[in-house]
């Protein structure tokens, strides 16, 4: 056994089509702890499997984790309790970041829907994959986490808002184009939360009862239980639609507890829209509380279900929102509010239950390899993010504390109209800096200035840090090979045809 991998460990269990589920189920659930005797003895531990009839999903080190990712709309980094904010309630994810790694330096690399997800399930940048705007469609070839990890014996499943199809937002999604997802119960897109339809195996459409994130949650639950004693590991994505507008429409007794008069607003929204940003700062609050119960409740059926301790669970959101702050709403622009998202792995048979901040900058298209790095998988060479798996397990940071965000193409909600514009930026451990196509536009010391209130570019006492971080945009473009062109030079390449407000139009 000496010498072999998980993968290869798995692949002779395959290959021998051999089963003993008894000591399978027992053998996923061993900590890794409890199987140093037998690294001691890789023989007798060989004897035993041989003996059985059968080899455990167990290399010498540990069995392969289950993984289940979560992914909530536009959930901000700030608005969690443990982060700080004064008004939300987030119980279940407070006691979840307590016990988890968290990444305070997450953030979204350009932020909005369609451009992170196909990040996500692809490990690419968006201008490789392509889906630098909403609404483009994912090439059904493209090599995802569900194909590689499918391969690598997992079952594979996703539920909830997909997003990266472009064939109109309602529509079917044939398998050819689920990207390696076996179990499906998937909408492209909706924000009607309270009568939310979706696809499963057939072109049929279906409800989901009531408020849609808590039904896919149950779906969730249903799978976890359902795949807890099977002989294969699993990677699962929930996929939820809120806390995204509409922000009222979250369940009554959710949206009772959040008084519009009572909430405590960021200093960045301007007076004249407080009124406004309190009602929906509410009704955000309220979303983000039943997503909060929904998050505990999965969590709680994994433990139930005996699995939690060697499964990993990353919990994120695709972009944040500027919900009144900078005067402003949703996403797509440099700010805080709007590029940073939260990310909390968890994985306790690997880091224990010790909760961790982790510095080091992790972009979208990170997530996939570190992943697939703690799955001991193999990293495919299309994949452009880094593997992160050696830092979360205690080595060193890998990362250079610098994230690169994009705009490639302002559309939709902040069109060119609405004063949208092309931009490169990078986020620092401590600074953003922001350049559009006329040149440097935004500068914020974060540490000094953590609502970014003032614009330090142009100001002659910064002139050096500008210089530094100009350079440091500069080597991030270079290293991507991020040429920084006009909109219209990669709507051409990808050929998309665009609506007078520069957005790919699509069918509700
Ligand atoms: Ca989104």
Same mark, same amino acid.
Do not use: I
């Given at each position: 056994m000496r010498g072999l991998s998980s993968y290869e460990v798995a692949s002779i269990y395959e290959s021998q089509g051999k089963k003993n589920a008894t000591l399978r189920a027992t053998a996923k659930h061993i900590r890794v702890d409890s199987m140093k005797p037998f690294q001691a003895f890789p023989h007798l531990f060989c004897a035993l499997c041989a003996l059985c009839g059968s080899f455990p999903a167990i290399a010498g080190e540990s069995s392969r984790p289950n993984v289940l990712i979560i992914i909530a709309d536009q959930w901000r980094a700030k608005n969690f309790g443990y982060a700080g904010d004064p008004n939300v309630k987030t119980p279940h994810l407070d006691a979840f970041e307590r016990e988890s790694a968290r990444f305070v330096n997450a953030v979204s690399n350009i932020p909005v829907c369609t451009p992170t997800r196909a990040s996500i399930l692809t490990g690419q940048r968006a201008l490789t994959h !392509?889906? @630098?705007?909403?609404d483009a469609p994912l090439a059904p070839e493209a090599v995802t986490i569900a194909k590689v990890l499918g391969k690598a014996g997992y079952d594979t499943g996703y539920i909830g808002k997909w997003h990266v199809d472009g064939h109109g937002r309602s529509s079917f999604i044939p398998p050819e184009r689920r #990207? !390696? @997802?076996?179990y499906w119960k998937v909408l492209e897109c909706t924000h009607d939360y309270n009568h939310s339809f979706y696809f499963a195996d057939g072109p049929e459409k279906q409800q989901w009862e009531g408020y849609d994130a808590v039904a896919q949650t149950r779906d969730a639950q249903d799978y976890v239980r359902g795949h807890a004693k099977g002989n294969k590991p699993f990677v699962l994505f929930l996929a939820w639609g809120p806390p995204h507008d509409p922000y009222q429409t979250a369940p009554s007794k959710y949206r009772d507890m959040y008084d519009p008069a009572k909430l405590v607003l960021p200093p960045n929204v301007p007076a004249s829209i407080a009124a406004q940003v309190r009602s929906r700062m509410a009704g955000y609050d309220a979303h983000c509380t039943a997503l909060d119960q929904c998050f505990g409740d999965l969590r709680q059926t994994c433990k139930d279900a005996g699995i939690e301790e060697n499964t990993v669970i990353a919990f994120t959101a695709d972009h944040g929102d500027l919900l009144g702050s900078h005067g402003a709403y949703n996403k #797509? #622009?440099?700010?805080d509010e709007s590029v940073c998202v939260p990310l909390l792995m968890h994985w306790p048979a690997k880091w224990g239950r010790t909760g961790r901040h982790l510095m080091g900058t992790i972009n979208t298209e990170d997530l996939m390899p570190t992943i697939l790095g703690l799955c001991d998988v193999r990293i495919p060479p299309s994949v452009q993010g880094v593997n992160l798996a050696a830092y979360l397990a205690g080595g060193k940071d890998p990362t250079d504390s610098a994230s690169l965000i994009l705009c490639p193409a302002p559309f939709g909600q902040w069109n060119r109209l609405l004063g949208g514009r092309e931009y490169r930026a990078v986020r620092t451990n401590r600074y953003t800096y922001a350049r559009d196509l006329k040149g440097p536009w935004l500068l914020f010391d974060n540490e000094r200035d953590p609502y970014q209130m003032e614009n330090l570019i142009g100001q002659a006492e910064h002139a050096a840090l500008q210089v530094r971080l100009n350079e440091t945009l500069d080597r991030k473009l270079k290293e991507t090979d991020d040429k920084f062109l006009p909109s219209k030079s990669y709507v051409e390449k990808w050929g998309y045809v665009l609506d007078r407000t520069g957005t790919i139009p699509y069918a509700n």
């Open positions: !392509g889906l @630098f705007m909403n #990207q !390696g @997802f076996d #797509q #622009q440099p700010f």
